[in-house]
């Protein structure tokens, strides 16, 4: 992957808050939107959900996702030419006696200070979205397919 195309991930992987989340819901496809927070690594985004959202039915461990992120559209910017990328992957629940809960819980704190309460609340979990691929759009003639090391080559310059 091109020096630029990195630099594009990363950016909307750290600059961008919230992400559009693709799941089975009964069968049928159903898109959310939720706040996110990147791995250290790369491979993988935490989303904090409420069981009580629609959305949070097709977050069963080992199901299939799909993600969007994308940077801020304007008027002055072609719609086809905004930077994005979709990613594939796997459901993985964070659960509270998980190991690494504590340190997951506190990367998304530190993201988004007031969803601290929700922590507390007992219909909320967190998950973490495991990336298996996908495809960055940079701008015109500037797609690249994502392996799972694509991934790993943005913890380096």
């Not at 559009?20 to 993988?44: H, I, M, N, T």
């Not at 990613?87 to 990367?107: F, I, K």
Request: hydrophobic share 40%; aromatic share 8%.
């Amino acid at each position: 992957m091109k020096a630029e195309d990195k630099e594009v991930l990363r950016a909307l992987l750290t600059g961008v808050r919230v992400l559009s989340l693709g799941v089975l819901v009964d069968g049928k496809p159903y898109v959310g939107l939720l706040p996110f927070v990147v791995a250290d690594d790369y491979g993988s985004v935490l989303v904090h959900a409420s069981q009580l959202a629609k959305h949070s039915r097709g977050l069963q461990p080992g199901s299939p996702v799909s993600i969007m992120i994308h940077a801020a559209d304007d008027s002055q910017t072609d719609p086809l030419q905004v930077a994005r990328v979709t990613l594939s992957g796997t459901v993985q629940h964070v659960a509270r006696t998980d190991r690494d809960y504590g340190s997951a819980r506190q990367a998304y704190i530190d993201r988004f200070p007031t969803s601290e309460p929700t922590f507390s609340l007992g219909d909320f979990n967190l998950y973490r979205l495991l990336f298996e691929g996908g495809r960055l759009v940079a701008g015109f003639a500037r797609a690249v397919n994502l392996r799972p090391e694509s991934f790993a080559q943005l913890g380096s310059p």
